[in-house]
């Protein structure tokens, strides 16, 4: 009986424990203040990101989910860092949970890592109560992304595809290259029994006309010619 007694009274006290350790008590370890602030602010900013990559984006498809993902992101990050700075514990639990996330999007656009991180940092900062450093941070790094991004080089690169019957139309083509372009590089060359020559050529236009393209198809022995604009990493 006596044991019995024991056992009762040590089941008492433990569930008496957990009710006193319940998460209901963590509700005021972040004030209501703060979390206005602070999601407030990493929306704003978030938007202040998300109109900097539709300004800077220059690919060829524009994806309005990946601009949201950012201004979300930001927002998130910053809900987060909120908790973690709140109880270390927390933040230990948390960073074993997101060191097992991983994220299989290919990113296609090296630029688009540099959103990625922007917004995340933006997050983490906000997030830590660095308002001043957040704000004024985000606008450089705004300013400085439009002002290169948005710089056009002084020669826009093309790149020329044309398909050719024999050698002696090549000397003609790239004669006409010469005097019609302010530069010209040979790409690649592909000769073919069946096809003839195919040539591709990176140029630089004088005057930013393409005229010179009909003359070139013009050519007897000239099946063909394209002119595409080039934007990805070349050298200047």
């Not at 040590?10 to 963590?26: E, H, N, P």
């Not at 009909?214 to 394209?226: F, H, I, S, T, Y």
């Amino acid at each position: 009986m006596a044991f019995h007694g024991i056992c009762n009274k040590s089941l008492t006290v433990t569930f008496k424990d957990i009710f006193k350790t319940s998460f209901l008590d963590k509700i005021g370890s972040v004030s209501f203040l703060d979390m206005i602030i602070a999601l407030g602010l990493a929306f704003v900013t978030g938007l202040f990101i998300f109109y900097v990559y539709k300004r800077t984006y220059k690919g060829a498809l524009y994806s309005k989910s990946f601009g949201v993902s950012l201004l979300a992101l930001s927002m998130i990050t910053s809900l987060v860092i909120l908790a973690v700075t709140s109880n270390v514990v927390l933040s230990l639990g948390m960073v074993g949970a997101l060191s097992i996330v991983r994220f299989r999007t290919a990113i296609k656009d090296p630029l688009d890592i540099v959103f990625l991180f922007w917004s995340i940092a933006a997050g983490i900062v906000l997030g830590a109560g660095l308002i001043p450093l957040a704000l004024i941070g985000s606008l450089f790094i705004g300013l400085i992304l439009i002002l290169f991004v948005e710089k056009k080089p002084g020669h826009t690169p093309y790149i020329l595809v044309l398909g050719l019957e024999n050698e002696t139309v090549e000397q003609q083509v790239l004669q006409l290259l010469k005097q019609r372009t302010d530069r010209y590089l040979v790409k690649s060359k592909t000769v073919s029994p069946e096809t003839g020559i195919e040539l591709t050529a990176e140029i630089r236009l004088k005057d930013e006309t393409t005229y010179f393209v009909n003359e070139l198809a013009a050519l007897p022995g000239v099946r063909q010619a394209a002119l595409v604009n080039y934007n990805g990493a070349y050298a200047g």
